[in-house]
């Protein structure tokens, strides 16, 4: 007698399903990222972040970093890459307004051609992820991560969105990392330095700063502020008061006055949400409930973590999620890449069994799915007659929504789990 044939999968678990599916996104990005570059779209539209930090590198070497925040000198250059299809009217115009200090390794790097050194930035970034997220939960006597949950991280946006774009998000991940290690070891000094690694983006310190005021980590604060002093210092040398004085003015063009390239449609905050609700409704309607959202996040989370935390790691580990989701969705400028800052945190709790499971795999899968409908939607779109651009900053709602609405979902959890000190 025959025995009835198996479908394929008939027998896999949820779990593996989700595994299924973690895999399916890694091989739809591997083959999207070697498309573009195989296409020639280096700096047009795979890379431009990188390609605006080697073009700040060459503008370093050759003209002095002062000349790094002169956008004139900064744009002819990265205009000089861009590849013959892309359009110089709205490419090759990126900002790049980081201290001194940090466009160092760039001028390196800039000793190369673009595409061999975009390949070996993102190697590295890749390799530093992997070697550190390995190593960091096993620091805090739990079991390394395994392999179904590592490709999970990677299935996930923040972390292809830094690999894709060159951004350097992952040395912000390694900061906030050492800094929950340092926290949970009880050295506060060296806590403050490694928060110090979040110069590389100040907003992110906009509720951490407040909140250790209010436990008067003075301590950890020191160290903040010998970091930072260090770094300025640093850059002082590099360009002198009126190079900073540029820099400060760039700071402004690109963050407060709402410049071209901040790409506020594909933001995971609560601006990126007024952006899109100011398309329908009345601005200052929408902008009055994305301004209250944000409000509302910050004052939950000055409320919640005013005390000081339960020394244990978990409780450490909560209470640094909770401050770094919330940070990410109520900072101005908040991309989806920044949001790797949350992942020491997550792995932690994640393996020592406090992280629901659901929550980290809503984290990671739903704004990945949407980020592939993303890729999709715009030619689909071009076909049809639903708008009239089909490259509307609206096609990129979805999956920012998602990555807004999944953080907002971790950080609903933090604030319901103990970690005030008794």
């Known amino acids: 007698m025959d025995r009835p044939k198996r479908l394929p999968f008939h027998n896999l678990t949820a779990e593996n399903w989700l595994n299924l599916a973690a895999v399916g996104v890694l091989a739809f990005y591997t083959i999207y990222f070697v498309f573009e570059l195989v296409l020639g779209r280096l700096c047009g539209q795979v890379g431009v972040d990188y390609c605006a930090y ?3 590198g060459r503008v370093a070497t050759a003209y002095g970093h002062q000349s790094v925040y002169d956008t004139q000198v900064l744009y002819q250059v990265e205009r000089s890459i861009l590849p013959a299809q892309a359009d ?4 090759g115009k990126i900002l790049v307004p980081y201290l001194p200090l940090f466009i160092l390794p760039f001028q390196f790097l800039a000793l190369i ?3 061999p050194g975009f390949v070996a930035w993102i190697s590295i970034n890749l390799a530093l992820f992997l070697l550190y997220m390995r190593n960091f939960t096993r620091r805090g006597n739990l079991r390394a991560l395994p392999l179904p949950t590592m490709l999970m991280i990677l299935a996930s946006p923040p972390v292809f969105e830094n690999l894709w774009s060159g951004q350097l998000s992952v040395w912000l991940m390694l900061c906030a990392g050492e800094f929950l290690r340092a926290l949970v070891d009880r050295k506060p000094l060296r806590a403050g330095l490694w928060l110090g690694g ?5 907003q992110l310190l906009v509720l951490v700063v407040p ?5 008067r980590s003075f301590r950890v604060l020191a160290g903040l502020a010998i970091c930072s002093l260090l770094v300025g210092l640093s850059s002082l040398a590099l360009v002198g008061p009126e190079g900073l004085h540029r820099m400060l003015a760039m700071w402004w063009q690109a963050y407060a006055a709402g410049q071209a390239n901040s790409s506020i449609e594909g933001m995971m905050n609560f ?3 007024g952006f899109h609700m100011a398309a ?3 601005p200052w309607i929408a902008w009055g409930l994305a301004a209250t959202g944000m409000l509302a996040v910050a004052a939950l989370a000055m409320q919640r973590w005013r005390r000081p935390f339960d020394p244990a790691q978990t409780a450490v580990g909560a209470a640094m999620l909770g401050i770094l989701a ?3 969705m109520t900072a101005w400028h908040s991309h989806i890449h920044m949001a790797v800052v949350l992942l020491p945190s997550m792995m932690l709790l994640y393996q020592a069994g406090a992280l629901p499971v659901r929550a980290f795999h809503c984290w990671v899968l739903a704004p990945a799915v949407l980020f592939i409908l993303t890729v999709f939607l715009p030619p689909a779109l071009a076909r049809l007659p639903l708008v009239s651009d089909p490259r509307a900053p609206v096609v990129y709602l979805p999956m920012a929504a998602a990555q807004l609405i999944a953080t907002l979902h971790l950080f609903r959890w933090s604030l319901r789990y103990p970690t005030r000190r008794t």
């Open 211 to 215: 909140i250790l005021l209010l436990h």
């Open 113 to 115: 051609p673009p595409l």
């Open 54 to 56: 080697w073009s700040a």
């Open 271 to 273: 601006r990126m949400l």
């Open 326 to 328: 919330a940070t990410t």
């Open 198 to 202: 979040f110069m590389l983006k100040p």
């Open 88 to 91: 110089p009217a709205t490419n």
């Open 280 to 282: 329908v409704l009345t």
